[in-house]
């Protein structure tokens, strides 16, 4: 079993910044990609960020220039700092892992942290 459990999610002013991290624990060999997804009511879940094994990234677009995504292999962690906030970016902010346990490979997801940008 593995388990996902965010934190750094809260209320901040547009223009403002928020870092958010992310740990992985459990039955776990190696995690490939591990990222973030986020998700507005009414809208469907997308992506924001990922981080591959090889060290490569990936944004969205709306995110690009203000987001950066990091990772710590050793500790299993991954974190989102996010600056220039603006209003659009309140959401659910999920992570999500690709993990291979001894047992397997799947996605595993956290239970999200809420972010709310407004003044």
């Known amino acids: 079993q593995v388990q996902l459990v965010e934190s750094g999610g809260g209320l901040v002013q547009p223009g403002g910044s928020l870092r958010l991290s992310c740990a992985a624990s459990?039955?776990?060999?190696?995690?490939?990609?591990m990222g973030w997804y986020r998700q507005s009511p009414g809208k469907e879940r997308e992506l924001v960020a990922l981080h591959s094994r090889g060290g490569g990234t990936n944004f969205a677009e709306s995110v690009k220039g203000r987001f950066t995504i990091s990772r710590d292999y050793a500790k299993n962690t991954v974190n989102l700092r996010m600056n220039s906030l603006k209003p659009e970016d309140t959401a659910v902010y999920y992570c999500?892992?690709?993990?291979?346990?001894?047992?397997?490979?799947?996605?595993?997801w956290g239970q999200g942290t809420q972010v709310t940008v407004s003044s």
């Open positions: 459990g039955n776990i060999v190696r995690i490939n990609v």
């Open positions: 999500n892992a690709d993990v291979e346990t001894w047992t397997g490979r799947r996605d595993y």
